[in-house]
């Protein structure tokens, strides 16, 4: 009897020891994880809401901060390991490395370059090389939208000298809706249905449809895959878990944005409502995160072809699909 009673005190302290061990495990610390989104709070940013909402960064046991703000040297942040992670265009990976600074796109996101050049159809120019002579407003000369237009021009065989361009900044609509330029360049789920759903009629360019470059996607850095590649592997599942979700329940989406945008009332929703729609024909993939060696070899031939970059650049270093599962 004596042996029974030590062998249930025993029996019953191990039990006990694995009981406090799983509830040790299950409290563990979630490791924090800040993206640098590169813009404000915006419905363009959905998947990354749906992911944190629906918990798909938990499951991987991150705790995830989206860090806002027009950060012009965003890059360099990443490259330079003050921050692991960013959102950012094809084109500013390729110019970070040409500068020796060691980022990479491990998850493609825009499937679709999306800039584009809009005009109202009352000025009728539906077709590119009626640019020539015409006045166009950009917001900036570099970033994504310079080195779209550049690319549109000379895909279509148009002499960027013969166009007026101006720096407008973010006032596209109305600058061409009080006529101060004749075209502008914008990213294409802004401006464009800003203006449509305001009753214009207008011609659009999009350029993905005359030239192959990389658009936005995820950004880390080599020191990070080389030192935790998990994680790397971590916020790529957890975020194209959103994005899949997303794309599959646009109206869930948007009522879950919503939440993260305070500042969308009830009379601008309509609005951001068709954004959101408008944002999802440029993510849908069959392969969703899955880079194009092309599509990367088109972007730095253009950007040695311009002048943009001056050292020849590896493709291969530029990208990597290997954290896509």
Avoid: H
Wanted: hydrophobic share 45%; proline share 4%.
């Amino acid at each position: 009897m004596r042996i029974r009673s030590l062998l249930l005190v025993v029996l019953a302290a191990v039990v006990a020891l694995a009981g406090c061990s799983g509830r040790a495990a299950s409290k563990a610390e979630p490791r924090k994880v800040t993206i640098a989104m590169g813009f404000i709070p915006n419905v363009q940013f959905a998947p990354m809401y749906v992911a944190l909402e629906k918990g798909y960064f938990a499951d991987e046991g991150l705790e995830v901060d989206l860090n806002y703000g027009m950060e012009t040297d965003l890059l360099k942040e990443v490259g330079t390991n003050n921050q692991q992670f960013a959102i950012a265009s094809g084109d500013q990976v390729v110019l970070a490395r040409a500068n020796g600074l060691p980022v990479r796109y491990v998850a493609n996101w825009y499937r679709r370059f999306p800039v584009c050049v809009v005009s109202l159809a009352e000025q009728g120019i539906e077709q590119p090389e009626q640019l020539a002579g015409k006045t166009v407003g950009t917001p900036v000369t570099f970033g994504a939208s310079y080195i779209g237009w550049l690319a549109f021009l000379n895909e279509v065989g148009v002499d960027p000298a013969s166009v007026n361009l101006q720096t407008i900044g973010y006032t596209q609509v109305a600058s061409l809706t009080e006529q101060r330029v004749d075209a502008v360049i914008c990213y294409a789920m802004n401006e464009p249905v800003q203006l449509r759903e305001s009753g214009y009629d207008i011609n659009t360019f999009y350029l993905d449809r005359y030239t192959q470059l990389v658009s936005n996607g995820i950004i880390t850095n080599d020191e990070t895959i080389k030192k935790d590649p998990e994680l790397v592997r971590a916020v790529v599942r957890a975020f194209l878990k959103g994005l899949q979700y997303t794309l599959a329940n646009p109206d869930e989406a948007f009522d879950i944005s919503r939440k993260a945008i305070p500042e969308m009332d009830d009379a601008t929703a309509e609005l951001q409502r068709a954004v959101l729609a408008e944002c999802i024909s440029f993510w849908q993939a069959d392969n969703l995160g899955e880079s194009r060696a092309e599509e990367w070899q088109t972007s730095v031939d253009f950007m040695r072809e311009m002048g943009l970059i001056s050292e020849p650049v590896e493709v291969e270093s530029l990208y990597s699909n290997d954290y896509l599962r």
